[in-house]
Nanobody
Framework: QVQLVESGGGLVQAGGSLRLSCAAS????????VNWYRQAPGKEREFVGG????????YYTDSVKGRFTVSRDVAKNTVYLQMNSLKPEDTAIYYC??????WGQGTQVTVSS
């Protein structure tokens, strides 16, 4: 089991940007995929995007393609979610998760119109 800590959420106006961070606590991300999910009030939790740590291959849900980018910093053992051109419908709690991690508290992203 690996502990993941999300950070970087906040309040931003539509069209703005935020970068979320997902840091591994005590363990490396090596050989694991790391995925970002989000859940808005009253809605189902959904997959946003992810990255294979070793290969760097990324994948996204259609609704965020061209706006969101998943990346990694090997030295910091951290995965990022760069979110550009944010829309009010992006408002949600964002979580990161690997195959061996549980669900953390997430980080709140609020996009105002």
């Amino acid at each position: 089991q690996v502990q993941l800590v999300e950070s970087g959420g906040g309040l931003v106006q539509a069209g703005g940007s935020l970068r979320l961070s997902c840091a591994a606590s005590g363990r490396t991300f090596s050989n694991y995929q790391v995925n970002w999910y989000r859940q808005a009030p009253g809605k189902e939790r959904e997959f946003v995007g992810g990255i294979n740590w070793n290969s760097g291959n990324t994948y996204y849900t259609d609704s965020v393609k061209g706006r969101f980018t998943v990346s990694r910093d090997v030295a910091k053992n951290t995965v990022y979610l760069q979110m550009n051109s944010l829309k009010p419908e992006d408002t949600a709690i964002y979580y990161c998760k690997s195959a061996l991690s549980g669900w953390g508290q997430g980080t709140q992203v609020t996009v105002s119109s």
